[in-house]
């Protein structure tokens, strides 16, 4: 059964990891594909990877003239866009010593600026109906340690979910996230962890995950994939945790 068959789409952040996994799957169930990534490296390997059919553009999402940029861009190439998967983010885990204003702002610039604005700029676009879903995280329910501003960014994104749901749900717009736990992921090695640390790091993670092991991208994928097709025609404004049980006991 080709779930998405047809439908017009736009994952940001879809060059890598789990974005580039959900494209994938969306190819699989029938759906057209626009992609957005940053880096010269993971365009070039998500050109390779979807295909000629799939359209990959550079699109920075801490910017809100490229968001503009892209919105235009998607009106273009299909006219009207039924399913927009908000995944670009950074995920950068300091103590409260260490942050500067500057880096805050990029934080929040990209992960809750960008993706508010991109909606915004994509309200013309959207088909009736359309489905939105934002990637978030469990960490907008747990207390991890160093995580304090990217936690706040997560938190803002999902409260979106609801907010933007109460909103545009007139316009036929649903809006719904997808808030993973710790994946395997490239995200996962930008956080900066010295290579010393990584297995020890890693044994802790596991640790406090019931399920035993990191989950996988294509794991999350099949919740967005869920959450765009039309069998969660009436699901919104809600959250989907894909953690393997990690916010059991926060």
């Known amino acids: 059964?080709?779930?998405?068959?047809?439908?017009?789409?736009?994952?940001?952040?879809?060059?890598?990891g789990i974005g580039l996994e959900t494209a994938k799957q969306f190819l699989s169930?029938?759906?057209?594909?626009?992609?957005?990534?940053?880096?010269?490296?993971?365009?070039?390997?998500?050109?390779?990877?979807?295909?000629?059919?799939?359209?990959?553009?550079?699109?920075?999402?801490?910017?809100i003239a490229a968001q503009q940029k892209l919105a235009q861009s998607v009106q273009a190439h299909y006219g009207q866009l039924d399913v927009a998967f908000l995944n670009a983010g950074v995920s950068v885990w300091l103590p409260i010593e260490e942050w500067t204003e500057n880096m805050f702002d990029h934080?929040?610039?990209?992960?809750v600026k960008g993706p508010y604005f991109l909606i915004q700029a994509l309200l013309p676009t959207f088909a009736d109906p359309a489905a939105v879903v934002l990637?978030?995280?469990?960490?907008?329910?747990?207390g991890a340690i160093r995580s304090s501003v990217y936690a706040a960014t997560k938190a803002a994104l999902l409260n979106m979910s609801k907010t933007l749901s109460s909103e545009?749900?007139?316009?036929?717009?649903?809006?719904?996230?997808?808030?993973?736990?710790?994946?395997?992921?490239p995200l996962y090695d930008k956080l900066g962890i010295p290579e010393a640390y990584r297995e020890q790091v890693n044994k802790d993670i596991t640790a406090s995950i019931p399920s035993g092991r990191f989950g996988t991208p294509e794991e999350v994928a099949k919740a967005v994939l869920y959450l765009?097709?039309?069998?969660?025609?009436?699901?919104?404004?809600?959250?989907?945790?894909?953690?393997?049980?990690?916010?059991?006991?926060?």
């Open 135 to 142: 990637n978030t995280s469990i960490n907008a329910h747990v």
């Open 29 to 63: 169930e029938g759906a057209r594909v626009i992609v957005t990534g940053i880096h010269p490296d993971s365009l070039a390997n998500a050109k390779a990877e979807l295909g000629s059919e799939v359209l990959v553009l550079q699109a920075d999402s801490a910017s």
């Open 107 to 111: 934080s929040f610039n990209i992960n």
């Open 1 to 16: 059964m080709a779930r998405l068959q047809g439908k017009r789409t736009l994952i940001t952040g879809g060059t890598s």
């Open 228 to 250: 765009a097709s039309d069998e969660s025609r009436w699901t919104v404004g809600s959250e989907i945790i894909v953690d393997g049980g990690r916010t059991l006991n926060a």
């Open 168 to 185: 545009l749900l007139g316009r036929g717009i649903r809006v719904n996230a997808v808030s993973p736990g710790p994946v395997d992921t």
